[in-house]
């Protein structure tokens, strides 16, 4: 089955700069890849999502590029701010999401003011 | 539209004893997905349903069971609780080849 990694486990990044972090996953067939976002004691929010067909997708600060050959993406958020702070996971699926989502283990981002 | 919601949102039961949790997805939305979400597991997936027909299970024990109503609501149970079921339960609902929205979860505790 699929397997998705996902590093740092923690980052700390100073206000108003970018924090950048990878996933890498394993089956080849995964063409759907979203990132949520969970603050402490909520749901998981989706901040953005790429599909296979598309190699980088932005919105206002935040990126995500996928390479489907070194099958990895990452999650780019630029001039950061307190309310950046949350744990964050990627997530890999194939058919498009129709299938499970498999989980990174997540990384918590702290920004520093 | 309204959010994908669960209850109930928190519950102490004791090893052993069996329980039922809720999921009502975004009106229109047809797939049902459950994930649980420990500190030491991260979230992982439990089952999908889709038009009252599970789709997809995870790997999780024959404890752990779900049915979707003609309505798309969705309920889980697990029977049999044990410590190591303590966790965060939270459901999704999507569109067909769609973004899946997380609903509040239910925090289960077992002592």
């Known amino acids: 089955g699929e397997n998705v990694e996902q590093h740092p486990s923690t980052l700390s990044v100073q206000e108003g700069d970018s924090a950048v972090i990878k996933c890498t996953y394993s089956d080849s067939a995964s063409n759907y890849f979203p990132w949520y976002k969970q603050e402490l004691g909520k749901r998981p929010q989706l901040i953005i999502d790429i599909r296979s067909n598309v190699g980088e997708k932005k919105d206002q600060r935040i990126a995500v590029t996928l390479n489907k050959t070194a099958k990895h993406f990452s999650l780019h958020i630029t001039e950061t701010q307190p309310e950046d702070s949350a744990v964050y996971f990627c997530a890999a699926s194939t058919n498009f999401g129709n299938e499970k989502l498999t989980f990174g283990t997540g990384t918590r981002l702290t920004i520093i003011p | 539209k309204a959010g994908v919601t669960q209850t109930p949102r928190y519950l102490i039961k004791t090893r052993g004893q069996q329980v039922t949790l809720s999921c009502s997805p975004i009106?229109?939305?047809?797939?049902v997905s459950w994930y649980q979400q420990t500190p030491g597991q991260g979230l992982q997936f439990l089952f999908e349903y889709f038009s009252e027909t599970q789709r997809n299970k995870g790997n999780f024990p024959g404890r752990f069971s779900g049915r979707q109503f003609s309505n798309s609501r969705s309920e889980m149970n697990v029977s049999t609780l044990e410590l190591g079921d303590s966790a965060l339960y939270l459901c999704?609902?999507?569109?067909?080849?769609?973004?899946?929205?997380f609903g509040p979860g239910t925090r289960l505790t077992v002592l």
């Open positions: 009106s229109g939305h047809r797939s």
């Open positions: 999704a609902s999507s569109l067909f080849q769609d973004t899946q929205y």
